[in-house]
T-cell receptor, first 116, second 112 residues
Framework: NAGVTQTPKFQVLKTGQSMTLQCAQD?????MSWYRQDPGMGLRLIHY???????DQGEVPNGYNVSRSTTEDFPLRLLSAAPSQTSVYFC???????????????FGSGTRLTVV | QKEVEQDPGPLSVPEGAIVSLNCTYS??????FMWYRQYSRKGPELLMY????GNKEDGRFTAQVDKSSKYISLFIRDSQPSDSATYLC????????????FGQGTRLTINP
């Protein structure tokens, strides 16, 4: 089925390790974004991209890097994992053109990350 | 102060009750308003969206936007146990990137 695919679903890292969370969508959406979800904090935007080759920071970008070499993929890299990055990470995508009647995001199923 | 405020609950009501979920916001530039439903250990899914002020109805769900008060609501009629989930409001400006600003989410339980 079409949608947003995130891998892995679960991950445990040691402090200082690096890793990449994968996100892929097959809906030809221009806009992609990464959120983290923590209890009591809601969804907070980490990084986003309005198209291939274009990325920008969100609300909580420190400790994370992104790149967008293709329309389909938007990986999130943790450079040196810290316990404060323990969270559930969601990737989301949408059309970005105002001419398209689609105002909502399609979310992936999430990656549960624990940093020990 | 957060741009979007939402009471996190939890909210517990009996089956068949009318549920009212609310969010307030501070940025008058917000024009698109959405409600997402998130089941446990799943990603959020779009439930309803509205543009500017007014009401929108979809089955048992009604979304209301009052821009003068910077207040949005989601009503669920004849609530069912399957409606038990976390409900997140979200909103964005009309121009610029598609960035959505989310409320904290309200955890709702419908008791049989």
């Amino acid at each position: 089925n079409a949608g947003v695919t995130q891998t892995p679903k679960f991950q445990v890292l040691k402090t200082g390790q690096s890793m990449t969370l994968q996100c892929a969508q097959d809906m030809n959406h221009e806009y992609m974004s990464w959120y983290r979800q923590d209890p009591g904090m809601g969804l907070r935007l980490i990084h986003y991209s309005v198209g291939a080759g274009i990325t920008d920071q969100g609300e909580v970008p420190n400790g994370y890097n992104v790149s967008r070499s293709t329309t389909e993929d938007f990986p999130l890299r943790l450079l040196s994992a810290a316990p404060s990055q323990t969270s559930v990470y969601f990737c989301a995508s949408s059309y970005s053109s105002l001419s398209r009647p689609n105002y909502g995001y399609t979310f992936g199923s999430g990656t549960r990350l624990t940093v020990v | 102060q957060k741009e979007v405020e939402q009471d996190p609950g939890p909210l517990s009501v009996p089956e068949g009750a009318i549920v009212s979920l609310n969010c307030t916001y501070s940025n008058s530039a917000f024009q698109y308003f959405m409600w997402y439903r998130q089941y446990s250990r799943k990603g959020p899914e779009l439930l309803m969206y509205t543009y500017s002020s007014g009401n929108k109805e979809d089955g048992r769900f009604t979304a209301q936007v009052d821009k003068s008060s910077k207040y949005i609501s989601l009503f669920i009629r004849d609530s069912q146990p399957s409606d038990s989930a976390t409900y997140l409001c979200a909103m964005r400006r009309i121009q610029g990137a598609q960035k959505l600003v989310f409320g904290q989410g309200t955890r709702l339980t419908i008791n049989p």
